[in-house]
């Protein structure tokens, strides 16, 4: 087991063990933030970090994680790349490795991120595509972990548009040993290609697909939900009319067990796929995992790396 040098570009990049250690490790980071006694692992060391479409937490938390590990951030908004004039991702890549010792990738495709990873000679984190979200997972796992304990035998359902967030947490929920549920209206289903690897994963049970979202979310520990209109997406009237059903409301919650956590990577519309109720009651954990994004991004780069 090692990470150090590997790229991250899916949950699935990840082995169970090491998803473990990265969520130890992220702990342990909190903890020591929280005490004012960090280690500088990144000391010395830049990290570019490129956004081809817009983002709050994911550049804010990266840039903190970076600082809070000694190293220093470049964002970069490819607006204001060559990238944005046509130079290739391979050649940005193969480049910017004679400058950083890390670089991250918010893009369209998942090709994108594969083909800067191949041309670069330093790791290339995903900070997001269309297909998957898997820095996102490592704080949302980090989030339930915290809250029950342990990860191992606990049902998340996941409802509405089944999108990049929605993929990558059928990869972690199988690696960590967790049932996945996503709860969507027909047409909408997570990608069938990850639901397919995540049951290779997590074997044929732990991942289920459903339309009734009252029967998704029985027996749930944890509910999820992201934007019905996901960016780079044209809003499409008759998918948020199909998406309605889905929203984490008090009514849904009632369904649920009483037990049940709310999580949402943020941002939010709400009014849509949640209400100011849900996400601001007493069963949310979203400002939590939104923090916490910081905390499993320091253990990322940390591992990947850190001295
Ligand atoms: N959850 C998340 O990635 O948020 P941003 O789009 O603000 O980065
Ligand atoms: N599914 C959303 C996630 C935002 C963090 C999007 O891709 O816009």
Request: contains cysteine; hydrophobic residues 40%; charged residues 25%.
């Amino acid at each position: 087991m090692g990470l150090k040098g590997r790229d991250f570009l899916s949950v699935a990049d990840l082995e169970a063990g090491e998803l473990l250690l990265l969520l130890e490790e992220a702990s342990s980071f909190k903890q020591s933030l929280r005490e004012g006694n960090l280690r500088r692992s990144l000391q010395g060391k830049l990290v570019a970090l490129i956004f081809q479409k817009p983002s709050t937490r994911t550049r804010v938390s990266f840039e903190a994680a970076v600082h809070h590990l000694g190293g220093h951030p470049i964002p970069l908004l490819a607006s204001d790349l060559q990238l944005g004039r046509g130079e290739t991702i391979a050649d940005t890549g193969r480049v910017l490795s004679r400058y950083v010792q890390a670089i991250t990738l918010r893009t369209f495709a998942q090709r994108e991120v594969e083909e800067l990873a191949e041309a670069a000679e330093v790791p290339v984190i995903n900070a997001l595509t269309d297909l998957e979200h898997p820095c996102q997972i490592l704080a949302d796992l980090l989030t339930v972990k915290e809250h029950f304990g342990e990860l191992r035998g606990l049902s998340l359902t996941y409802l509405g548009d089944g999108n990049n967030v929605a993929n990558s947490l059928a990869l972690g929920c199988a690696l960590a040993g967790m049932s996945y549920t996503a709860a969507c209206p027909p047409g909408h289903d997570p990608d069938a290609a990850v639901l397919a690897h995540a049951r290779a994963l997590g074997g044929e049970e732990s991942v289920r697909v459903v339309e009734d979202p009252r029967e998704a979310v029985s027996g749930a520990q944890v509910l999820y939900t992201d934007v019905w209109t996901s960016m780079g997406q044209e809003e499409d009237p008759v998918k948020l009319r199909k998406m309605r059903p889905y929203q984490i409301n008090r009514k849904l919650l009632d369904a649920a067990s009483p037990e049940v956590v709310v999580l949402h990577c943020l941002p939010a519309h709400r009014g849509e796929e949640i209400t100011d109720e849900a996400i601001d009651g007493p069963r949310s954990l979203v400002w939590e995992q939104a923090e916490n994004r910081v905390h499993a991004q320091a253990a990322l780069l940390h591992l990947l790396v850190g001295e």
